[in-house]
């Protein structure tokens, strides 16, 4: 990683162009470790102490080249991560882990008793279930009541805080939760899962669980919190920036740039802390 900034004939700071670089770097070990071990572990905050390292080499070979005062830093993330659920368990919170491949299978036997047997959830893929609607469809059953009774069991099964179905999202039936909404915003149309399950706090939803500690991807706090600051004295004024979101750094950093902003662009012009 280091060598790729100090590459011979970069030229980072002196575009022929006459404009400004981007230089966008990903730090993907934080992530690997962290489904290892789990963000509480030694391994995590060892990790965490070795990256402010790095990223103080890096600013200090910015400023060299070409002066901090002539830089805008921004540092976010794509998402958190939750505690291992047994150490969570340690500290008394209701926590666990969920097995897919069971709960498939424990659904299909409630809906088998229901309607009859059969296997009419066909697989999993984080969060959600796909149904068979062409067995449904076969045997002359109504798609919604299956839909619901898969609904109602999800619902008691361990580790499930709530549970939403094709129908309920194609027919704008959601509740008015924060909820309902992150999950319409993470839902599509054509290529999601057709039953949404939504894990508990603390509760582990993943693939294979046994083979990580830990996981993202839940709608909690944990996951959904991450850092965002900018430094660049030239633009950007010290302190924090209220209710901003990551989404939020594309449409700042082409606002100073004075470039269109991507397309799909979703956030905000972060004027409150802009020089």
Not at 113 to 125: H, L, N, Q, V
Not at 169 to 192: C, D, F, R, Y
Request: aromatic share 10%.
């Amino acid at each position: 990683m280091r060598s790729s900034w100090r590459r011979k004939g970069e030229n980072l700071g002196s575009n022929p162009a006459g404009v400004p670089d981007i230089l966008a770097i990903s730090w993907t070990s934080h992530d690997y470790v962290n489904h290892l071990f789990g963000p509480e572990s030694r391994q995590s905050q060892d990790q965490t102490i070795r990256l402010d390292r790095i990223f103080a080499e890096l600013f200090d070979y910015l400023d060299q080249r070409v002066g901090l005062q002539n830089v805008l830093i921004t540092l976010s993330a794509d998402h958190g991560f939750m505690n291992v659920p047994e150490y969570s368990q340690s500290r008394r919170l209701d926590a666990g882990r969920i097995d897919p491949d069971k709960m498939i299978a424990a659904t299909n036997a409630a809906l088998s008793a229901k309607f009859g047997e059969g296997e009419y959830i066909t697989a999993w893929w984080n969060p959600t279930l796909y149904v068979d609607y062409k067995l449904i469809e076969d045997r002359k059953l109504n798609k919604v009541e299956v839909e619901n009774a898969a609904q109602a069991f999800l619902r008691q099964y361990p580790g499930v805080e709530a549970v939403f179905t094709r129908t309920q999202l194609e027919q704008g039936m959601m509740p008015n939760t924060k909820l309902a909404k992150q999950v319409i915003l993470a839902w599509h149309q054509q290529i999601s899962g057709d039953i949404v399950v939504m894990n508990k706090p603390n509760w582990y939803l993943f693939a294979k669980p046994s083979n990580y500690a830990s996981t993202h991807g839940s709608p909690w706090s944990y996951d959904t919190n991450v850092p965002l600051a900018m430094y660049g004295p030239n633009w950007i004024k010290p302190g924090k920036y209220g209710d901003s979101e990551v989404v939020d750094l594309a449409r700042t950093i082409a606002f100073i740039l004075n470039v269109r902003p991507p397309n799909g662009c979703e956030g905000r012009v972060l004027s409150e802390a802009m020089n």
